[in-house]
């Protein structure tokens, strides 16, 4: 397992092809009490940085871009019902969908824990 970090502040846990998708602390941070998500539909290819989603929160509205290309192969509906697990545990429970990767390459241009944190202080 990898964890990865974008600099539009989401996080990718990547098991070899697989990948799950959510927003960082500091992402959850900045936006307050979220109050509803829009995941993509499973099935929905997308290619790296497009818009795969959006999350509300009582701040603002933020979109949610693929960290990497693929196909969503799942969503969270539990994130769906209850849009607060992305502030309460934003790295479990709190994630948004799975990702089939079709360029794995693109994963070395992530940065890893010890670089986000440097970036997101």
């Known amino acids: 397992m990898t964890l990865k970090y ?4 989401e996080w990718l846990k990547v ?10 602390h500091h992402a959850q ?9 829009d ?8 290619a790296q940085k497009d ?3 959006v999350v509300e929160s009582v701040k603002a509205a933020a979109d949610v871009y693929m ?5 969503i192969t799942e969503v969270n509906e539990a994130l769906r019902a209850d849009p607060a697990l ?15 990767l079709s360029d794995a390459t693109q994963i070395a241009a992530l940065m890893d824990e010890t670089s986000y944190t440097t970036f997101s202080a």
Not at 15 to 24: K, P
Not at 29 to 37: C, N, Q, W
């Open 29 to 37: 941070d900045a936006l307050g009490d979220v109050v509803f998500v």
């Open 39 to 46: 995941l993509p539909e499973v099935g929905a290819t997308f």
């Open 86 to 100: 992305a502030n309460s545990d934003p790295l479990g429970a709190g994630w948004f969908f799975k990702v089939k």
């Open 67 to 71: 960290p990497v290309s693929g196909v």
């Open 6 to 9: 974008t600099e539009d502040h």
């Open 51 to 53: 818009v795969a989603g």
């Open 15 to 24: 098991e070899g092809d697989m990948a799950t998708v959510g927003i960082t």
